[in-house]
């Protein structure tokens, strides 16, 4: 029973245009959310978050949504370039307990 | 490199043998984390310690699983009597709780049980 979904495996967008992410989840208890980056032969690096007090924060490209009531997270990315190429994880956690991750989404951002 | 560091990358056995991996995290990070992840999946949450005390260990999966922070430090990672499907990455992570959310991960051991 996944409570983390991710159901695109992967994603195709070409450089300069917006990137979007989804993740929806099934825990409404579920108050932290992250976001993570992985390449190939390294750990996951740490994107952006968003605490369920918000509906949207930004850093600096990444934008991440929270829609609680839909209960779905997306990261946007924009303008997408070749170097965020990468296998995109979001995670979530109730209060108190450990990160679930989702299974993730392989971006590749075409030149 | 002041990150989180794992050791050794790569890790080939032949099942029943034991290995024993360690993770060094950030220095001034007080939890740390082991995580597992197969091929085609997120990471999934093992253990974690809070400076040397072990908090949660029920997501082991299964007593061939140990792990260790004696000084509060680094930390290893021991599975006994390995399984083909013991076969994954192994990730640790770090944080400095509780002012900080973000876990911060080392470059993972790959094992392969032959």
């Known amino acids: 029973d996944q409570q983390v979904k991710q159901n695109s495996p992967s994603l195709s967008v070409q450089e300069g245009r917006i990137s979007i992410l989804n993740c929806d989840y099934t825990n409404s208890m579920f108050d932290y959310f992250l976001w993570y980056k992985k390449y190939p032969a390294e750990g996951p690096t740490f994107l952006i978050s968003?605490?369920?007090?918000?509906d949207k924060n930004e850093d600096g490209r990444f934008t991440v949504f929270l829609n609680k009531s839909a209960k779905h997270l997306s990261l946007h990315i924009v303008p997408s370039q070749p170097g965020d190429s990468a296998v995109y994880f979001c995670a979530a956690r109730v209060q108190g307990q450990n990160f679930v991750f989702g299974p993730g989404t392989r971006l590749s951002v075409l030149p | 490199d002041t990150g989180v560091s794992q050791d050794p990358r790569h890790k080939i056995t032949k099942r029943g043998q034991n290995v024993t991996f360690r993770c060094d995290p950030i220095?001034?990070?007080?939890?740390l984390y082991w995580y597992r992840q197969t091929l085609g999946q997120g990471p999934e949450f093992l253990t974690y310690f809070q400076n040397e005390a072990q908090l949660e260990k029920s997501r082991l999966l299964s007593d061939r699983f140990s792990a260790e922070r004696p000084k509060g430090s680094f930390s290893t990672l021991e599975i006994q009597r390995t399984e083909q499907g013991d076969s994954a990455m192994y990730l640790c992570?770090?944080?400095?709780?509780?002012?900080?959310?973000?876990?911060?991960f080392g470059p993972g051991t790959r094992l392969t049980v032959l």
């Open positions: 968003i605490s369920s007090i918000k």
């Open positions: 992570a770090s944080s400095l709780a509780p002012t900080n959310n973000e876990q911060f």
């Open positions: 220095s001034e990070h007080n939890r």
